[in-house]
T-cell receptor
Framework: EADIYQTPRYLVIGTGKKITLECSQT?????MYWYQQDPGMELHLIHY???????EKGDLSSESTVSRIRTEHFPLTLESARPSHTSQYLC????????????????FGAGSRLTVL | DQQVKQNSPSLSVQEGRISILNCDYT??????FLWYKKYPAEGPTFLIS?????DKNEDGRFTVFLNKSAKHLSLHIVPSQPGDSAVYFC??????????FGSGTKLNVKP
């Protein structure tokens, strides 16, 4: 029962193309995140947002940009894709409320696997 | 500097035995910890979490232990099943602001 949706799941494109990875959540979460992960590596935070019109760069430098015009929508854009952008991109959203210890406060989408040729 | 570390890249366990996955952190301000399971080309799936006010949380076959003095977190899976084979990530946050992840441990449960 996915509450956070990412499209496309897989994308293969040529160098220099502009791409947008879509992310939408239906949980009403204020906070949303983009992580980048290469096989066998940790998840690196590249962008985050604490609400509408709020965006910040994460700990890993990225040439991508994000926007947050609506609470539920947090798209990521690459203006000119390069082979070094090949990776898996994971969108997530979180709540401030953990009513009990053990709650899931960070929910991920299924991911977008990008390959740039 | 990596604030959350998983020093074992892989672990192999026999079906029915206990799997113990470990995680260390450096930031004493972390107050919430989570474990995720991930398959290739999929998003991480939440397993279990724990607040820093507790030292243990249990959910079915999964138990998470937190040792704040040692800045150490562990996930116990008992009994282990072949379907548990995946990459496991631990994560930590300060008041749910930004979540920091370890590099993962690949668990292989042999039938």
């Amino acid at each position: 029962e996915a509450d956070i949706y990412q499209t496309p799941r897989y994308l293969v494109i040529g160098t220099g193309k502009k791409i947008t990875l879509e992310c939408s959540q239906t949980m009403g979460h204020d906070k949303m995140y983009w992580y980048q992960q290469d096989p066998g590596m940790e998840l690196h935070l590249i962008h985050y947002s604490y609400g509408v019109n709020s965006t910040e760069k994460g700990d890993l430098s990225s040439e991508s940009t994000v926007s947050r015009i609506r609470t539920e929508h947090f798209p990521l854009t690459l203006e000119s894709a390069r082979p070094s952008h090949t990776s898996q991109y994971l969108c997530a959203s979180s709540t401030d409320r953990a009513l009990v210890s053990g709650a899931n406060v960070l929910t991920f989408g299924a991911g977008s696997r990008l390959t740039v040729l | 500097d990596q604030q959350v570390k998983q020093n074992s890249p892989s672990l192999s366990v026999q079906e029915g035995r206990i799997s113990i996955l470990n995680c260390d952190y450096t930031n004493s301000m972390f107050d919430y910890f989570l474990w995720y399971k991930k398959y290739p080309a999929e998003g991480p799936t939440f397993l279990i979490s724990i607040s820093s006010i507790k030292d243990k949380n249990e959910d079915g076959r999964f138990t998470v232990f937190l040792n704040k003095s040692a800045k150490h977190l562990s996930l116990h899976i008992v009994p282990s099943q072949p379907g548990d084979s995946a990459v496991y990530f631990c994560a930590a946050s300060v008041y749910f602001n930004k979540f920091y992840f370890g590099s993962g441990t690949k668990l292989n449960v042999k039938p």
